[in-house]
Nanobody, 117 residues
Framework: QVQLVESGGGLVQPGGSLLLSCVAS????????MRWVRQSPNWTPGMGLE????????????NYADFVKDRFTISRDDHKNILYLQMRDVKSQDAGVYFC??????RGQGTQVTVSS
């Protein structure tokens, strides 16, 4: 089982870029399908998390939510046990807390992305 720690969030201007990382400790990271999801700023208990992107074990299957296609890139480095989310042309609606998840439901503590000029 792995433990996940996200980082890389912060304040970004509209149109800017940000690289999020999700470092996995423990064993078996390469065997997990991974995804990024977002908790929006107006999230309340009972609301779901918003799917952003996913990458399969082995990295050959990648999918994105329509609203981030051509702007965000998900990738993984199974040698370093790190999942990435490269965010480009960031928009105000991209703000929120970003979590990485395994396909078994393991997640980290999240990293906050704030979009403001």
């Amino acid at each position: 089982q792995v433990q996940l720690v996200e980082s890389g969030g912060g304040l970004v201007q509209p149109g800017g870029s940000l690289l999020l990382s999700c470092v996995a400790s423990g064993s078996g990271f390469s065997n997990y399908n991974m995804r990024w999801v977002r908790q929006s700023p107006n999230w309340t208990p009972g609301m779901g998390l918003e799917y952003i992107a996913s990458i399969a074990s082995g990295g050959e299957r990648i999918n994105y939510a329509d609203f981030v296609k051509d702007r965000f890139t998900i990738s993984r480095d199974d040698h370093k046990n790190i999942l990435y989310l490269q965010m480009r042309d960031v928009k105000s609606q991209d703000a929120g807390v970003y979590f990485c998840f395994t396909n078994t439901g393991i997640r980290g503590q999240g990293t906050q992305v704030t979009v403001s000029s």
